[in-house]
């Protein structure tokens, strides 16, 4: 997945909505959350918010896609 990460870019984006699934709990960090932004998708882990992950829906719904499939599960 084409992808870049910058340290800063929850203090740039004040006003961004992060979501997470409805299965996620407040229980514990461990969930990946989601924003929209004018420049595409951005995608953060909760216990490390300031770590931002940058794509586009294209780039993700291919990533899903391949993940559902298992098509990433590779045993050597």
């Known amino acids: 997945m084409a992808a870049s990460t910058t340290p800063t870019e929850e203090s740039s ?5 992060w979501r997470k699934s409805s299965f996620s709990t ?5 969930c990946v959350e989601l924003a929209t932004s004018p420049d ?4 953060r882990e909760s216990d490390q918010p ?4 940058r794509t586009t829906p294209a780039t993700l719904r291919s990533f899903i896609r391949a993940v559902k499939a298992a098509s ?3 045993t050597h």
Do not use: C, E, Q
């Open 26 to 30: 407040d229980v514990g960090a461990n």
């Open 40 to 43: 595409g998708i951005r995608i």
């Open 72 to 74: 990433l599960d590779h």
């Open 50 to 53: 300031d770590a931002v992950l």
């Open 13 to 17: 984006m004040p006003h961004t909505t």
